[in-house]
T-cell receptor, first 111, second 118 residues
């Protein structure tokens, strides 16, 4: 069945270092969404990418959607403690209303 | 309210008890989703409502799980005869619409109900 894979599972960084998470779908996606879940919290929508090759920026966060619309990435420049949490990508299933979620990448800031 | 609310936030049930989890979506949101999230995992789809109609219940793990949204707003997820493997966070999300063309709209999540079955 349709799968969305996300790597790495964890990333430990020093504050100020960059962070990247990668998302790969087994099928072509019409769009991809990114969510952030803080420890003990719930997923919060960050952004949606629709177009092939699309790049969107939100302050220190850069989101990319691959040319084939099967992969995506989230890059955070100069991480801060407020960035701590798990970042999920999610793509619509064939039905379009149901999202298939990646397992998430947990960003951990080293003390 | 401004967001999706869920109650209770925490529920401890003894194995075999029935539980009912409530979700109050954002006013006017047509779509409502229930998810199960295990520790360290992404949300797993359980069921989907469009207004009062349950259009997809393919993710419900067994016939002990039942969901309803009788008036197209508040929804209840009921689990009968709870088992230890039911322990998880149950998330509710709502969305303004389901899709426009091929786009799935962003979902707004409630804080979740953490269910612990002892």
């Amino acid at each position: 069945g349709q799968q969305v894979m996300q790597i790495p599972q964890y990333q430990h960084v020093q504050e100020g270092e960059d962070f990247t998470t990668y998302c790969n779908s087994s099928t072509t996606l019409s769009n991809i969404q990114w969510y952030k879940q803080r420890p003990g919290g719930h997923p919060v929508f960050l952004i949606q990418l629709v177009k092939s090759g699309e790049v969107k920026k939100q302050k220190r966060l850069t989101f990319q959607f691959g040319e084939a619309k099967k992969n995506s990435s989230l890059h955070i420049t100069a991480t801060q403690t407020t960035d701590v949490g798990t970042y999920f990508c999610a793509g619509p299933k064939d039905s379009n209303y149901q999202l298939i979620w990646g397992a998430g990448t947990k960003l951990i800031i080293k003390p | 309210g401004a967001g999706v609310s869920q109650s209770p936030r925490y529920k401890v049930a003894k194995r075999g008890q029935d539980v009912a989890l409530r979700c109050d979506p954002i006013s006017g949101h047509v779509s409502l989703f229930w998810y199960q999230q295990a520790l360290g995992q992404g949300p797993e789809f359980l069921t989907y409502f469009q207004n009062e109609a349950q259009l997809d219940k393919s993710g419900l793990p067994s016939d002990r799980f039942f969901a309803e949204r009788p008036e197209g707003s508040v929804s209840t997820l009921k689990i009968q005869r709870t088992q230890q493997e039911d322990s998880a966070v149950y998330l509710c999300a709502s969305s303004l619409v389901t899709s426009k063309g091929f786009m799935a709209y962003e979902q707004y999540f409630g804080p979740g109900t953490r269910l612990t079955v002892t």
